[in-house]
């Protein structure tokens, strides 16, 4: 049975510059993860109209009718967020009174719904489990693809906040087997091998 990876299929987009995605240069992070996953499928890309791609088109456009949009919608909640409530509620009143009454950093933090929000970022105090959990999600994950120190702390930093988060990633990413076995040498290469010359018998 052939390898999934070595099946052709077509890739169909309405965006003319994703055409030349794999032969333009690479400007943004985005790119690079993008193109570095598909490196080794056998694909082609179609450039297609918007007006002629009707049927996705279709998709993306509202009902006409309002009954028609009654829909449920769910957004699962990682288990971290329930242990920074029971954290809160119980063992962190003390970093909750620290936290929000210092002079210096009170205006910053706000307490709201059960949990700690430091500049609108969810603050996880610095327990290493919690840190650790949270840098798998957002890098060891088939998602996250195992990307760089930069395109780790990105989405982090969108969502939480810890005071060595930072350095944190660097550190991890460091001892990350799958990362160092795939890393690629930034030294010079070396010349061939040159025999030591011997000193002359007397």
């Known amino acids: 049975m052939a390898s999934v990876s070595h099946r052709q299929f077509h890739i169909f987009t309405d965006q003319k510059s994703l055409k030349n ?3 333009q240069k690479i400007q943004t992070p985005e790119q690079q993860k993008w193109a570095s996953k598909l490196q080794g499928f056998n694909f082609e890309i179609y450039y ?6 009707q049927a996705a088109d279709a998709l993306s456009r509202k009902f006409a009718y309002e009954e028609a949009l009654l829909m449920v919608v769910t957004s699962p909640a990682p288990q971290i967020i329930y242990e920074l409530k029971q954290y809160y509620a119980t063992h962190g009143k003390a970093t909750l009174q620290n936290l929000l009454t210092s002079d210096n ?3 910053l933090f706000k307490y709201s719904n059960g949990l700690l ?3 609108e970022r969810l603050y996880v105090p610095d327990f290493q489990e919690w840190c650790i959990k949270l840098l798998n999600e957002y890098h060891t994950t088939p998602l ?3 990307s760089g120190v930069q395109p780790t702390v990105a989405p ?3 969502s939480f906040h810890w005071l060595s988060l930072y350095t944190d990633v660097k550190d991890f990413i460091k001892h990350c087997i799958t990362c160092q076995n795939n890393k690629c040498q930034t030294q010079k290469k070396m010349g061939p091998l040159q025999t030591l010359p011997t000193p002359n018998q007397v």
């Open 21 to 23: 995605l794999l032969l």
């Open 48 to 53: 297609k109209l918007g007006k002629t791609n």
């Open 105 to 107: 950093e009170a205006q």
């Open 117 to 119: 929000y430091y500049k």
């Open 144 to 146: 996250a693809g195992h």
């Open 156 to 158: 982090l930093t969108a």
